[in-house]
């Protein structure tokens, strides 16, 4: 059984910072890529931000110079450090690790329940 927590949403005002982290729990288990997407109302699920397993990182054009995503590979976990924040950024943010169980061969994603993050003046 593979569980993905999330923590750090709320409300912040327009150039504000949040950090959110997400841990993944389970075992058996081995992950390639961690990462962040997000929803606004009536709008479809973005991706936001990745890292692999060997660290490189990638942000949505809209996020970069903004948002900085990082992981630590001993503790299964992803965090994105959101700063200048803007009230477009405003949604439901998701957790989404892409892993393999021991003895498979396929790559799964799971996701994470969603955290809220509302930038408002």
């Known amino acids: 059984q593979v569980q993905l927590v999330e923590s750090g949403g709320g409300s912040v005002q327009p150039g504000g910072s949040l950090r959110l982290s997400c841990a993944a729990s389970?075992?058996?288990?081995?992950?390639?890529?961690m990462g962040w997407y997000r929803q606004a109302p009536g709008k479809q699920r973005e991706l936001v931000a990745t890292i692999t397993s060997d660290g490189s990182g990638n942000c949505a054009d809209s996020v970069k110079g903004r948002f900085t995503v990082s992981r630590d590979g001993a503790k299964n976990t992803v965090d994105l450090q959101m700063n200048s924040l803007k009230p477009e950024d405003t949604g439901v943010y998701y957790c989404?690790?892409?892993?393999?169980?021991?003895?498979?061969?396929?790559?799964?994603?799971?996701w994470g329940q969603g955290t809220q993050v509302t930038v408002s003046s």
């Open positions: 989404n690790v892409r892993l393999r169980r021991w003895g498979s061969i396929r790559w799964n994603d799971y």
């Open positions: 389970g075992s058996s288990f081995s992950i390639n890529a």
